[in-house]
């Protein structure tokens, strides 16, 4: 089992920038692909972004390419997400993810075996 727990989210302006943190323990060595989520009142869980473990491809939706960054220490356990000019439209709970399997094949395609329990993220206009 991999237990995961976000942190770093809150309140900020259209512009601003949060940098969430998603801690990682247990059985982290079984993981190849972690990543971030969020699903917004009303709307689908959507993938935000995705790195294969150590330092591998990344993967982006293209709402936030450009704007938003994945990156992991792997001596720490803990992946980030580094959220820059941000919108009203990336209010969204944030969902840390992770998956035995590839990015590729699964995490990134909506195959996920670990789930943290979210962090808020408002952006006000």
């Known amino acids: 089992q991999v237990q995961l727990v976000e942190s770093g989210g809150g309140s900020v302006q259209t512009g601003g920038s949060l940098r969430l943190s998603c801690t990682a323990s247990?059985?982290?060595?079984?993981?190849?692909?972690m990543g971030w989520f969020r699903q917004s009142p009303g709307k689908d869980r959507e993938g935000v972004a995705a790195?294969?473990?150590?330092?591998?491809?990344?993967y982006y939706s293209d709402s936030v390419k450009g704007r938003f960054t994945i990156s992991q220490d792997n001596a720490k356990g803990t992946l980030y997400l580094e959220m820059n000019s941000l919108k009203p439209e990336d209010t969204a709970m944030y969902y840390c993810?992770?998956?035995?399997?590839?990015?590729?094949?699964?995490?990134?395609?909506?195959?996920?075996?670990?789930w943290g329990q979210g962090t808020q993220v408002t952006v006000s206009s």
């Open positions: 247990g059985s982290t060595y079984s993981t190849s692909c």
């Open positions: 790195i294969n473990s150590g330092g591998g491809s990344t």
């Open positions: 993810a992770a998956d035995v399997a590839p990015c590729e094949i699964g995490l990134w395609r909506g195959y996920v075996n670990y």
